[in-house]
């Protein structure tokens, strides 16, 4: 190099340390890895859609590109294996056990943890049905047919009704009903929100009514009511037809109780490493879960809302999943 440029070289080198310029970070150090979208599941629950705006708002904060993806419950799974979505909803052990080992045992798919919340899902009543089926909460206070004649509907009577979820949430309700003699039949509402109104609508009249819900959840913490007891699962019943009060059919039993766990395809893991380890991190309560699909879906504010009001008041809790 001619002796004048080295000089104006070392000068303008001195210039940028004088300036500071010389510690300017690399722009692409913070940056995400790819522009291309990460796929996160959205499904027909408040509840389990709040958790995924929340995260989706969080490494949207890292620069991440979200783009939520309608599924089923339990078919998502597939998409997961398939690397069609790459962010799964939460799988409850009550309804999606089985599914989700059987993805995860495919290494396609990634056990991310439990979100850190104990569920419960089964039969609930209000505490008033108990005239009508005395017995309750003994399962077999249900087979009297008084009792389920009492709580039948047109379309079931003289049988009971049984008001159960979207029919993608699974549940194996039919089974039971069937494997314990049951004289029931199995309703399916359209939606989370069409379930809880019929429930509200029901106890408002004190027209007794039996059907799906869970904790954490606000309906069964608003209203006295008790769950069903049944057999108490172990993984037999679903699997050994010898096992339960019925010799000759599964399913003669409670649901599993558990946790919320957290699933993601395995291939994303390479194009996504920091969301992924967001993912990893992330952790809510049971009871800011409940007052969190409270104001969802009685006071009426929009999922992402609620989502964005937890980012905006917990930046201690999740900025450290940021890091």
Known sequence: MPKRLRFLAAGAALLALSLGWGNIPDASADAPETTDPIKLVIMGYSGDNIIMYIYGGLIEKMGYNVEYTPADYLGQFAGLEAGDLH?????????????????WETGDVLNMGNIGIAVNEDWWYPMYVKEACPGLPDWTALKDPACAESLSVAETSPNGRFLSGPIEWGGHDAERIQALELPFEVIHAGSDGALTADFVAAIKREQPIVGWTWEPFWLPALYEGEFVVWPEYEDACYEDASWGPNPDMTHDCGRPNGFMWKSAWA????????????????????????QMVYKSDVDGVSTQDVAQEWIDTHESTWKPWLE
């Open 267 to 290: 291939g994303g893991e390479e194009i996504w490493p920091g969301a992924y380890g967001v993912w990893r991190q992330f952790t809510l309560d049971a009871t800011t879960m409940g």
């Open 87 to 103: 962010i799964g909803s939460p799988g409850w052990d009550t309804t999606a056990k089985a599914t989700m080992a059987a993805a």
